[in-house]
């Protein structure tokens, strides 16, 4: 029997893992109740959701309060990202806040930040997010030497992202969870006011982050254009770029682009896959359609066949059931996503992301 599980007022119908927008008869949600009100809660459904609105930390639990003195200083050096430079003779700056008021008034360029605090305040279970509100103008965020983000562009083809309320998600696997986590911004300003300006400063956990039995969260494999055998497992991808799921690709580069890309990630299971049990792929909202793979496989589509202006498959939750024997044990798993953008904004841009177990 088919599944209707009733999501944003439009009715999802799965059926071996493709998704197509139905009309409302029926619901058959026995299984799937709580999985619904998860999602409710989790993606804050809506009718005016838009891919572009603001992150908000509303829910979000604080873990870490970062909003204190950090380590600052102008100049550009590609160490000052790694966790072990010493940093101790570094002036001291409040974050957040203007640095033209901390002491640096005139100054226009490239400056870095940088912080750490105890792992053993984070719960390995949860998903964390690195919130730093407003930057002016451009940054990118290292965690213990990894970037975990980045918004706008630097000189010379500068594009501010002033505007861009940060929230980056810090993935479990760079994450100290029983010692000291190191953060380090580098920020660009180009005119006026810089820093770390306004915001909730701090490292935040998703306290329904625990219903995902595998995040896939983080940094994904991305190209632009339609490329073929991208579906293909054994598709060498090396040569991608490195982008961060979920968010707009037009904050990670790709601002001008409309038309088809490719999302790739590689991953193995973090848990042992249970006979009894359905699993499902879930990949949050996606400007604008999808077809997405599974180890060579095709295991959904959304696309409501609308033009720019007329389509809402951006608003649709992509929720994908998982034929049974297709998760991979102790080998490399490849999930292949193509993504085609119709004008505006793009990518796989809200979750959470990952797979959830049916209860």
């Excluded at 180009?190 to 956990?205: C, N, P, S």
């Excluded at 579906?231 to 991608?240: A, F, I, K």
């Excluded at 202006?309 to 998982?322: N, V, W």
Aim: aromatic share 14%; net charge negative; charged share 25%.
């Amino acid at each position: 029997m088919d599944r209707l599980i009733k999501i944003t007022g439009t009715l999802l119908l799965l059926v071996a893992g493709h998704t197509t927008p139905v009309s409302a008869q029926e619901q058959d949600n026995s299984g799937l109740q709580w999985l619904m009100e998860w999602l409710y809660e989790e993606l804050e459904i809506n009718n005016n959701d838009q891919p572009f609105s603001p992150a908000n930390t509303d829910n979000l639990l604080l873990k870490v309060d970062l909003a204190r003195d950090w380590k600052f200083n102008i100049g550009d050096n590609a160490l000052w990202a790694t966790p072990t430079y010493q940093d101790q003779n570094w002036e001291n700056i409040k974050v957040p806040s203007r640095w033209e008021n901390e002491g640096f008034n005139g100054y226009d360029g490239i400056a870095w930040y940088r912080t750490s605090f105890d792992g053993r305040l984070l719960n390995p279970k949860q998903t964390h997010y690195l919130v730093l509100g407003n930057i002016d103008d451009a940054d990118e965020c290292f965690f213990n030497g990894r970037m975990i983000g980045k918004n706008g562009r630097f000189a010379p083809k500068f594009r501010t992202a002033y505007t861009t309320n940060r929230r980056y998600l810090i993935p479990n696997e760079s994450i100290d969870f029983g010692g000291k986590n190191t953060i380090a911004v580098r920020v660009y300003d180009e005119v006026l006011d810089g820093g770390i300006v306004t915001g909730k400063i701090g490292v935040y956990a998703d306290f329904n982050s625990e219903n995902l039995v595998q995040d896939l969260m983080g940094q994904w494999k991305f190209t632009r254009w339609d490329k073929k055998n991208a579906s293909d497992p054994n598709y060498d991808d090396s040569g991608w770029d490195d982008i961060w799921v979920p968010s707009l690709w037009d904050n990670q580069g790709y601002r001008s682009f409309d038309g088809v890309a490719w999302y790739r990630r590689h991953f193995e299971l973090s848990f042992i896959p249970k006979e009894n049990k359905t699993y499902y792929l879930l990949l949050g909202k996606i400007d604008d359609y999808d077809i997405t793979y599974l180890n060579g496989h095709r295991i959904g589509v959304t696309a409501d066949g609308k033009n720019f202006g007329e389509s809402q498959s951006y608003d649709q939750i992509r929720l994908y059931k998982i034929p049974k024997g297709l998760l991979k044990q102790d080998q490399s798993n490849v999930l292949s996503v193509q993504v085609r953008d119709l004008g505006y904004y793009g990518g796989i841009y809200k979750g959470p992301i990952g797979i959830v177990e049916e209860r």
